[in-house]
């Protein structure tokens, strides 16, 4: 494949995903690390992408896949706002606790502002939101800056969380199905994977459109959660298929 293809190849997988990783873009334009950077270089001169560490990221939002953090906040705000409540009332006063980014997480940080605790986020808004809050110890975990989902992301991020426990984390999804959590982002994924390894209690908080939607990269298996809270329109079958693998299914 010559360059001017595999670019234009490149062009055409970022109008449908938020990060292209440079392993994954050599092997499916079946091209050489070495030609891969330097038609990711072009592509950012031409301020088509954004170099970021693993990959790359489009300028502006994938217009079929679109993560906008003001759109998403205001998307199933009514469920959200019941899943956050819910959610929030399985931490107790004192706990560590991480939050991780999106608007469902944000929801539940506002609900959890009232309680004394310490809290460790990778999240921009979930940080503006509690740092006047004053019994709220607030740790972030700094690390590279998605400018869209307003998160940070990346080895610094992952190095940051592996030197720590928590008694909880209260995380978002992009997908649950019958092979377990994941993700399309391998950034997101990443981070989201060590705040797993590092907590006591996995409380994942989703509403029911991030169910039976693959993603692409692996999180975790079902049984690595010990509670989803999710709306009550969620169909019996997802709650069947969580309990089957040992996970509480909270419904709000």
Do not use: W
């Not at 502006?60 to 906008?68: I, K, N, R, T």
């Not at 975990?141 to 080895?155: F, H, K, N, Q």
């Not at 459109?209 to 169909?235: H, Q, Y």
């Amino acid at each position: 494949m010559k360059a001017t293809e595999r670019q234009l190849r490149i062009r055409q997988m970022l109008e449908s995903r938020d990060f292209l990783g440079l392993e994954t873009l050599c092997r499916e334009l079946d091209a050489s690390e070495s030609s891969v950077r330097r038609d990711l270089d072009i592509l950012e001169d031409e301020k088509v992408l954004k170099r970021v560490y693993g990959g790359a990221v489009p300028v502006q939002p994938p217009e079929l896949s679109a993560f906008d953090y003001a759109k998403e906040s205001a998307r199933f705000s009514d469920e959200k706002g019941r899943i956050a409540r819910l959610a929030a009332g399985l931490i107790e006063d004192g706990q560590t606790v991480i939050l991780d980014g999106g608007s469902t997480v944000a929801a539940v940080a506002r609900e959890l502002a009232a309680k004394s605790l310490h809290i460790v986020t990778n999240s921009l808004p979930i940080a503006e939101g509690l740092e006047s809050v004053r019994n709220i110890e607030l740790t972030l975990t700094g690390g590279y800056l998605d400018p869209r989902r307003r998160v940070m992301l990346g080895t610094f991020c992952e190095q940051m969380l592996s030197a720590i426990r928590a008694d909880a984390v209260i995380m978002g999804i992009g997908s649950i199905s019958e092979a377990g959590f994941s993700n399309n982002n391998t950034l997101v994924v990443g981070s989201e994977k060590k705040m797993v390894e590092i907590a006591d209690k996995v409380i994942i908080v989703a509403d029911r459109t991030k169910f039976g939607r693959g993603g692409m990269f692996p999180v975790a298996p079902l049984n690595a959660a010990d509670i989803v809270v999710s709306d009550r329109e969620l169909a019996p079958g997802y709650v069947d298929l969580l309990r089957r693998n040992g996970v509480e299914v909270l419904l709000a």
